[in-house]
């Protein structure tokens, strides 16, 4: 590197994907190194260039100095002059490497840059040096010949102008004329980045924000508590305004110089919650998604870092923004799924704003008309500040009918829709009015339902829906491993009707055109948005009553505002309940809520037709009446007597290998070393498992699971540490070649 001395022992983190290596190395470095610099490193015995990360500096006579008679490599090069990173975000991946046992590079990668191949784009900019009226006098002091002078000067009355633009508008290179106007003092030449905006084609009517009286009141009482530390839970029926107060929140934030980062679930499928922004933030905002192109995530992030931007709108990973006096976090429908990661470091994001919020001194609001079950227990025990949001902004929630499909079923209908649902989709599209049409497709696994009594098999033990397994005819609980052979024949009526519920909505939308007459229908699910911009497109050909029968999965079920919709119908409601999922009453009352939502948000008020197998379970009613509390109530319950969170966390470990032998066996071996080495701390971890994961081959790879459920503080941190021992320091004995280990803290995808 350069001739600085290096006399500065510095605790470096090194890019490894090797679990043993996640350790601190000490290097020396020169005197200006700063914490969350990127530098390139000797490592091993072949002093191999890696790179790593700078994550602390001990003061030269802390305990954290290892001694000045050890010999240190000396480090080989500074990446970038300045941190990559902030203390605070160090401070916050430290957590993360803790919480969700993953390697601190890991956590660390996720505050990097976007894109950091990609190249920025530059343009160059003609900015005026003087007044307005200096301009203006200097144009007219030229002589007639100097026609370009002129032209620069004249395009320079309107503020700076865009070289490329108005060459390319007089059909004239100005090199000579520029230089000219630099030599006098009138206007010099600034590189300006070019920025590569995501799709804004999707538009809306801007309308002004007036607060209702409970929306006011909502809003003062977040206003006056954010200086409490405390996250706050906005919790509002669908259509009651929760996006007008997080618009307030922010522009209050703005107005005391500070940023903000609201986080939308899939957020390139959201394309209104965007537009509704910009309308009143303009461009002080960036966009961060997976469906950028490279280039436009180089862009946002460069816009972020030079405070272009003071307002993030973006998915999950948008949390890591590196916004500089960061003001207020805002995560949109916080209970979404969405909001793990699937990958590692596998976080909640809800866990990891709640703690960049404390490091950065911002406040945290979260809003959902269906919170999760522990979001809204801690909301009831005072570790959250709650507000409510009751009624409708200038209408009514819609009417909610249950239809049972159990007779469409029996008669040996081919259609996946009743003929009372078709007669309400015929009789609305009469009326020049829109249909909405959702269905649950939830999953992989394959269940069973009777189709005389209902009946769906469960785990006597566990309460969650047994998976049938072709091979081997048996029923089987992928949680605790109980396991009954299966003969077709339902269990409590005794009739030979068990039948497998599924649909898909290619044959939706060909029902609905062979059987309402003037159907006009769009279809949005993956198949039809894997285009960029395609999914704008279709939303727009809806909004513009060029279609009035919307057909879609997931990408439906939120964030849509259509004044003309005033029937939603949901699908196989049910299916959710079958899967082996503690959970499973929690997501069906959020799904059909959501989707529940998108009807009469006009004028009219909106119905909704949910189709079941099940019309007489509980939750309907729950869904029906529209009672989120009810369902809170039996929820906490059956939590509380089975132990799952927010009374106990559960950890899950997947083994994954080409092999099935490999997968099981290490599975088995992993359980065996965490019973011996918790044994040895006088500690008890009782597994659910191993079994096969429910979809057991993923990317020709076999996956095994085990599950624990552990209670107490103590005994989760000793399970965290028994886990990443062994695959760390005891991963060559435990863990057979060619096999994977994932450890997932408290999981919501169990598949």
């Known amino acids: 590197m350069s001739d600085k001395s290096m006399n500065t022992e510095v605790e470096i983190i090194i890019k490894h994907k090797s679990r043993y290596l996640d350790r601190v190395f000490n290097y020396l470095a020169p005197s200006d190194i700063k914490e969350g610099q990127r530098v390139e490193v000797p490592f091993g015995k072949g002093n191999r260039i890696h790179e790593g990360l700078v994550i602390n500096i001990p003061e030269p006579n802390s305990d954290e100095r290892t001694g000045e008679n050890r010999e240190l490599k000396e480090i080989s090069s500074v990446k970038e002059s300045a941190p990559l990173i902030s203390p605070e975000a160090l401070r916050v991946a430290m957590w993360m490497k803790n919480q969700y046992m993953c390697s601190m590079f890991e956590a660390v990668s996720l505050f990097f840059p976007k894109a950091e191949k990609t190249a920025l784009r530059y343009r160059r900019v003609l900015v005026p040096a003087v007044s307005r009226e200096e301009i203006e006098a200097y144009r007219d002091s030229q002589r007639k010949n100097a026609k370009n002078r002129i032209t620069l000067a004249q395009e320079l009355m309107d503020g700076p102008a865009d070289l490329m633009e108005i060459q390319e508008k007089h059909r004239v ?3 000579q004329a520029v230089k000219q106007l630099e030599e006098d003092g009138i206007a010099y030449v600034e590189k300006r980045l070019e920025i590569r905006k995501p799709d804004e084609s999707y538009t809306i009517r801007t309308k002004d924000i007036v607060l209702t009286q409970e929306q006011e009141s909502a809003y003062a009482g977040i206003t006056q508590t954010l200086g409490n530390g405390k996250p706050k839970l906005l919790f509002g029926i669908t259509g009651s305004g929760k996006t007008e107060i997080y618009i307030r929140l922010i522009a209050d934030a703005l107005e005391n110089d500070r940023s903000a980062i609201l986080l939308v679930p899939e957020i390139s499928l959201t394309p209104q919650t965007i537009a509704r922004f910009r309308n009143v933030f303009a461009d002080t905002i960036a966009i961060m998604h997976s469906h950028l192109s490279e280039g436009e995530k180089k862009d946002q992030w460069a816009m972020i870092e030079s405070g272009q931007a003071q307002i993030v709108i973006g998915a999950r990973s948008a949390v890591f923004s590196p916004l500089s006096n960061l003001g207020i976090i805002i995560i949109d429908e916080c209970h979404d799924d969405a909001y793990k990661s699937e990958q590692s470091p596998k976080y909640d994001t809800v866990e990891v704003a709640e703690k960049i919020a404390e490091q950065m001194g911002a406040s945290l609001i979260l809003g959902s008309a269906t919170p999760t079950i522990e979001q809204f227990y ?37 259609s996946l829709i009743n003929q009372h649902i078709k007669q309400r989709i015929q009789e609305e599209t009469d009326k020049g009015r829109q249909v909405i049409i959702f269905l649950n497709k939830r999953g992989f696994a394959t269940s069973l339902t009777c189709t005389e009594c209902a009946h769906t098999p469960k785990c006597p033990d566990c309460d969650i829906t047994l998976n049938y397994h072709k091979s081997g005819k048996k029923l089987m609980c992928h949680y605790c491993g109980y396991t009954r052979p299966y003969d077709g024949i339902c269990s409590e009526c005794s009739a030979n009707s068990m039948r497998e519920i599924g649909a898909g909505t290619q044959k939706i939308e060909e029902d609905i055109r062979q059987s309402i007459r003037g159907a006009k229908t769009v279809r949005l699910d993956r198949d039809t948005t894997t285009r960029k911009g395609e999914y704008e497109r279709l939303l727009m050909q809806f909004k513009d009553q060029h279609a009035n029968i919307l057909i879609g999965t997931q990408m439906i079920s939120k964030g849509l505002d259509f004044e003309d919709v005033t029937l939603v119908v949901v699908l196989n409601a049910d299916q959710g309940l079958r899967f082996p999922d503690y959970r499973s009453y929690e997501k069906t009352f959020s799904m059909v809520s959501q989707v529940a939502g998108r009807a009469g948000r006009g004028e009219n008020r909106g119905s909704v037709i949910v189709q079941t197998i099940e019309k007489d379970n509980e939750i309907f009613e729950y869904i029906k009446n529209n009672d989120y509390e009810g369902l809170y109530e039996t929820e906490i319950r059956a939590r509380r007597d089975f132990g799952y969170p927010p009374f106990g966390t559960i950890v899950r470990i997947v083994t994954g290998s080409t092999s099935i032998e490999r997968a099981a066996n290490t599975a088995e071996k992993v359980k065996d070393a965490i019973n011996f080495y918790s044994g040895k701390k006088g500690a008890e971890f009782t597994p659910l498992g191993p079994t096969p994961c429910i979809i057991q081959r993923i990317e020709k790879k076999y996956r095994w699971q085990l599950f624990y459920k552990i209670h107490g503080d103590r005994e989760i941190s000793l399970l965290k540490n028994i886990i990443n021992f062994i695959l760390s320091e005891k991963r060559s004995i435990i863990i057979d070649e060619d096999t994977s280990v994932s450890v997932d803290v408290n999981p919501k995808n169990m598949m």
């Not at 500040?385 to 009417?399: H, I, K, Y």
Request: proline content about 2%.
């Open 173 to 175: 290179i100005f090199g």
């Open 378 to 414: 801690r909301a009831k025990c005072g570790e959250f500040d709650l507000f409510r949001l009751t009624g409708r902004v200038n209408a009514f929630l819609p009417e909610i009918e249950i239809t049972d499909t159990l007779d469409e079923l029996r008669s040996g209908s081919d």
